[in-house]
C-alpha cells in the first residue's frame, strides 16, 4: 500500500515484478498537489510598502498629499518664445560684432596684452607650435568669455530648457533612497522606541508578506495612538499584536475593508481624492495641477455642496466622502451616519453595519424616535425640531420652544405612567386632545401622586382651549408618520431593535434610507430628526478623540434655526457634517447667508444659477487685482510727408495708424462673480473653498470632479 492507500500496481513485493520491454506504462495515480486547489499564492508586499514609504510632504489645505511635490506661491514669470527667440538672435549678433571688431583691430591690441606677458620670448618664433597652440587657445577662451556673456544675457539656456532635449522627453524620477531603518514607517520605530520591539518585527513581518493592508496600518497606529494615551495597558496591545499579526485590534464587525472602492484614498493622511485643480488662471499658482482632497481636518468645519441633479453631488461628493468616513470607521477613528433616499447610491448595505431603511418591512433595524434620551425635556426637543422646526421663524428669539413646551407636557406624563415614551400612535392621540388617552393619562397620574405632571397635563388641556395652539400642526406632523407603510418603525415597547444615534461613541457605519417615493414630506420630517438627533449626541460625548459625520445627500427642508446652531457646535465636537442642496432656494432667504457662514467648506457645481451664484459671491468676498486698460488714439499726422505715410499704412495694414496707452491700477473685484459661477464654469467641475478646524483657509478654487 502506498502513504495514500492505494495499492502498487507493480508487486507487493520489495523488487518490482519484471517489466516486459515496451512503451513506459502510465501512472494510474496523479501526483499529490503542492498545495490545497483554489488557493491562491500570498501576495507580495511590495506594493503596500511602497505605498507606505511614498513621501507625504506637508500641503495647503485640500491638497493631495500623497506623492506631492510643492510648487511655489507664485508663478514664475515666464517670457513669450517670440521674445525669448529674438531677444537670443540679437544677443547673438552682439557677440558676432564684438568678436569682429576685436579681430579686425578697430578695437585696439589691448585684450592680447595678457597674451604677450604670459609667451616667452623663445616661443615667439613665427613657426613655433607651440605659440600657434597658446596663441589659438588664447583667441577660444576670448570667444568662449563674449559668448558666456552675450549667453547669459540672451537667456539660451531658458531656450535650450524649453525647446531643447530636456523638453522632449520627461526625466525620469530620481529613485528614491531606502530610508533609514530608524525612519523606515514599515519598521514601525514608534513601537520600538517603547520597548515593543517583539511586536514591530511582528507587524513588519506580515507588512513584507503583503498580509498587511492600509486599514490594518490605520487601525493598529490607532490602537497605538491608544496606548501612548493610557487608555490602553502596553502588555496587552504587544500580546493582541503577536498573536493576530496585521489582524490584531479588529473593528467590532470583524471586517478589514470595505467590498469595493471607487475613490482614491490615502489613510495614512486620512485623505480622500475628489478631483483635480484645473490650471486656470483664477486658482492660486501653488494649487494649480494638484490633485483635490477632503479629510477629517477639513469635514470638522462641515460642508455644504449645492448643484442641480446631475451635477455629481452624489457620484463625485457623497459616495467618496461615504467611502472614506467607512474606511476610518473599520480604522476605529470615526464613526459616519449617511442619511439619503434609498437607493440614491451611498455604497452597498454590506459596506455598514447598521441599515435603517424606513418603511422597508424587511428592514433589520428601526429607528429611535425620541434618540435613546430618557430625559422627556431633551426628547421633546429633538422631536420638535423634527416636526415643527422649518415653521419656526428664522429670526432670532423665534424658534419651536413652544412646540417643544407642547410636548414635553405630554412626554413627561406619559413616562411617568408607562415607564416609555409613546409611540406614533399614542402621540397623535395625545396631541389631538382626544378625551380617551388624556382620561386614562390623568387617572395613571393621580394613582401614582404625580402632582408635579398632573399641573403639566392640567396645561396643555387648557392651552388646547386657544385658538393659536401648536399642538394641533404638531398632531398633523406626526400623522405624516402614522401611516401604513412605518406601522412597524418607531416602536417603544423593546420589540424591535432601534437604532440610537447615541451609539456614536464607537466607531459605527450607519446608513438610513429615508422613503422618499410618496412621503417626501415624512422624509424631510425624519432627516431632520435624524440631524437633530446627531448635533445633540456628538456634543454630549465623553470621548470626543472619534470624529463623527453626518452625510445628508438632499439637505431639502432640513435647514431651520435650530439646525444652524447646532452644526455651529460641531466644529468644538470634533464633528461635523456634508450637505448637499440642488438650490439655495431649498434654504428659507434669511437662513442661506448663516448657512454659508458656518460651514467651513462651501462648493458650488456646475449649473448653479446666478441667483444662487450672487450668496457664493457674497460669501466668498472680493479681492484686489491687477487690471489693465489699453486705450488706441489716432495718430494724426500733419505734415504732407506724414500724411502719405499714413495712407501708405492705412492701405497696407487697413486700420489707421494708432498710438497704444496702457494704465495699470489696482481694483477689488469679486474673487467669482455670480455670472461666472452661472455660466463660465465648465460641465463636471466645481467651485470650492476649504477651511479646516485649525482656521487655515483657502480662497475658491475651480477643480475638476473628474480628474
Known amino acids: 500500500m502506498d502513504g495514500d492507500g492505494t495499492q502498487d500496481a507493480r508487486g507487493t513485493h520489495a523488487n518490482p515484478v519484471p517489466r516486459p520491454a515496451g512503451p513506459p506504462e502510465v501512472p494510474s495515480v496523479p501526483p499529490r498537489p503542492a498545495g490545497a486547489p483554489g488557493m491562491p499564492p500570498l501576495p507580495d508586499g511590495s506594493a503596500f510598502l511602497t505605498w507606505l514609504r511614498t513621501p507625504r510632504p506637508e500641503a495647503l489645505p485640500g491638497v493631495w498629499r500623497f506623492g506631492h511635490r510643492p510648487r511655489p506661491e507664485e508663478e514664475p514669470e515666464r517670457i513669450p518664445g517670440r521674445q525669448l527667440f529674438s531677444g537670443a538672435l540679437i544677443a547673438f549678433l552682439v557677440g558676432w560684432l564684438i568678436w569682429s571688431l576685436l579681430w579686425n583691430g578697430y578695437l585696439g591690441s589691448w585684450w592680447l596684452l595678457p597674451l604677450y606677458a604670459m609667451i616667452p620670448d623663445s616661443w615667439a618664433e613665427p613657426h613655433s607650435f607651440a605659440a600657434v597652440v597658446v596663441v589659438y587657445a588664447y583667441y577660444v577662451l576670448i570667444a568662449g568669455l563674449i559668448m558666456v556673456g552675450v549667453g547669459r544675457l540672451g537667456r539660451w539656456g531658458e531656450i535650450w530648457r524649453r525647446y531643447g532635449p530636456p523638453a522632449w522627453r520627461r526625466a525620469p524620477r530620481a529613485a528614491e533612497r531606502p530610508p533609514a531603518p530608524e525612519d523606515d514607517p514599515a519598521t514601525w520605530p514608534a513601537l520600538r522606541a517603547a520597548g515593543a520591539a517583539d511586536a514591530a518585527d511582528r507587524l513588519a513581518a506580515d507588512a513584507r508578506a503583503g498580509l498587511m493592508r492600509d486599514v490594518d496600518h490605520a487601525r493598529i497606529s490607532r490602537a497605538w495612538q491608544g496606548v501612548r494615551s493610557g487608555r490602553h495597558p502596553l502588555a496587552t496591545f504587544t500580546g493582541t499584536v503577536l498573536s493576530h499579526g496585521a489582524a490584531a485590534c479588529p473593528h467590532p464587525s470583524g471586517v478589514r475593508d470595505l467590498p469595493a472602492r471607487q475613490a482614491r484614498h490615502d489613510l495614512l493622511t486620512g485623505q480622500v481624492r475628489l478631483g483635480t485643480t484645473a490650471d486656470d488662471a483664477r486658482n492660486l499658482y501653488a494649487y494649480r495641477g494638484t490633485g483635490l482632497a477632503l479629510g477629517p481636518e477639513l469635514l470638522g468645519t462641515s460642508l455644504v455642496a449645492v448643484g442641480p441633479a446631475g451635477s455629481g453631488k452624489t457620484g463625485a461628493v457623497v459616495r467618496p466622502l461615504a467611502e472614506s468616513l467607512c474606511l476610518h470607521a473599520l480604522a476605529g477613528r470615526a464613526a459616519v451616519v449617511v442619511v439619503g433616499a434609498a437607493g440614491v447610491g451611498a455604497g452597498p448595505a454590506d459596506a455598514y453595519d447598521v441599515v435603517v431603511r424606513i418603511g422597508n418591512p424587511d428592514s433589520v433595524y428601526d ?50 405612567v408607562h415607564g416609555r415614551f409613546p409611540s406614533v400612535p399614542e402621540l397623535r392621540g395625545l396631541l389631538d386632545g382626544s378625551p380617551g388617552p388624556l382620561a386614562e393619562l390623568r387617572r395613571g397620574l393621580t394613582e401614582t401622586g404625580q402632582e408635579s405632571l398632573l399641573r403639566e397635563l392640567d396645561a396643555r388641556e387648557r392651552q388646547m382651549a386657544h385658538p393659536g395652539d401648536v399642538g394641533g400642526v404638531l398632531a398633523d406632523r406626526v400623522a405624516l408618520l402614522d401611516r401604513p407603510a412605518f406601522a412597524g418603525f418607531f416602536d417603544t415597547s ?62 431639502t427642508g432640513v435647514i431651520t434655526p435650530e439646525a444652524v446652531r447646532g452644526i455651529q457646535r460641531l466644529r468644538s465636537a470634533n464633528a461635523g457634517a456634508v450637505l448637499t442642496l440642488r438650490t439655495l432656494d431649498d434654504v428659507a432667504r434669511p437662513l442661506r447667508g448663516p448657512l454659508l457662514g458656518t460651514v467651513g467648506c462651501r462648493m458650488a457645481l ?17 479681492e484686489w487685482t491687477e487690471a489693465r486698460d489699453v486705450t488706441d488714439r489716432q495718430i494724426i ?13 492705412r492701405a497696407i495694414t487697413g486700420k489707421a495708424p494708432t498710438a497704444r496707452a496702457v494704465t495699470v491700477r489696482q481694483v477689488e473685484r469679486e474673487r467669482w462673480s455670480a455670472s461666472e459661477l452661472a455660466h463660465a464654469m465648465p460641465a463636471g467641475h466645481a467651485v470650492l473653498s476649504l477651511t479646516d478646524v485649525r482656521g487655515e483657509h483657502t480662497p475658491p478654487l475651480l477643480v475638476d470632479l473628474r480628474g
Open 367 to 416: 429607528l429611535d424616535l425620541y434618540g435613546g434620551t430618557t430625559d422627556p425635556d431633551e426628547a421633546a426637543a429633538v422631536l420638535a425640531e423634527a416636526l415643527v422646526g422649518d415653521l419656526a421663524d428664522p429670526h432670532p428669539g423665534n424658534d419651536s420652544r413652544r412646540a417643544t413646551t407642547v410636548l414635553a407636557q405630554l412626554l413627561g406624563p406619559f413616562r411617568a
Open 494 to 555: 423593546g420589540q424591535s431593535r432601534p437604532f440610537t444615534l447615541k451609539a456614536l461613541d464607537h466607531p459605527v457605519r450607519v446608513r438610513v434610507d429615508l422613503p422618499a417615493r410618496g412621503h417626501a414630506d415624512a422624509s424631510r420630517v425624519l432627516a431632520r430628526l435624524v440631524l437633530a438627533q446627531f448635533t445633540a449626541s456628538v456634543t454630549e460625548r465623553e470621548d470626543r478623540s472619534l470624529f463623527a459625520c453626518l452625510v445628508l445627500d438632499d439637505a
Open 637 to 649: 499726422a500733419e505734415s504732407p510727408a506724414g500724411k502719405a505715410w499714413h495712407a501708405v499704412r
Open 606 to 622: 456646475a449649473g448653479l444659477t446666478p441667483w444662487d451664484g450672487q450668496d457664493f459671491a457674497e460669501v466668498w468676498g472680493k
